[in-house]
């Protein structure tokens, strides 16, 4: 049962559409789940408000969890 929570730059409609798919077509093929069991959201976050609103509060308490951290891999 994966949920995939994906918090972003702000991106047009097309590109997010063929990122949340191709994410989908991964866990489908690859995590070995059926469609139902997988749940995607999406949040956009400003610039200026990233620090804040996801480095602090979502990335930082969890570095322990971080598979890819600032573009690099982790021992997550």
């Not at 991106?11 to 995607?40: H, M, Y």
């Not at 976050?45 to 690099?72: F, H, N, Q, Y």
Request: charge should be negative; glycine fraction near 4%; proline fraction near 8%.
């Amino acid at each position: 049962m994966p949920y995939i929570a994906i918090k972003s730059f702000p991106k047009d409609e097309e590109t997010k559409q063929k990122v949340i798919a191709e994410i989908n077509r991964v866990f489908l093929a690859s995590w070995g789940c059926p469609q139902e069991a997988i749940t995607i959201s999406l949040e956009e976050v400003s610039p200026a408000e990233w620090d804040e609103k996801v480095r602090k509060p979502d990335i930082l308490p969890r570095l322990d969890k971080m598979v890819i951290l600032d573009g690099r891999e982790t021992n997550g």
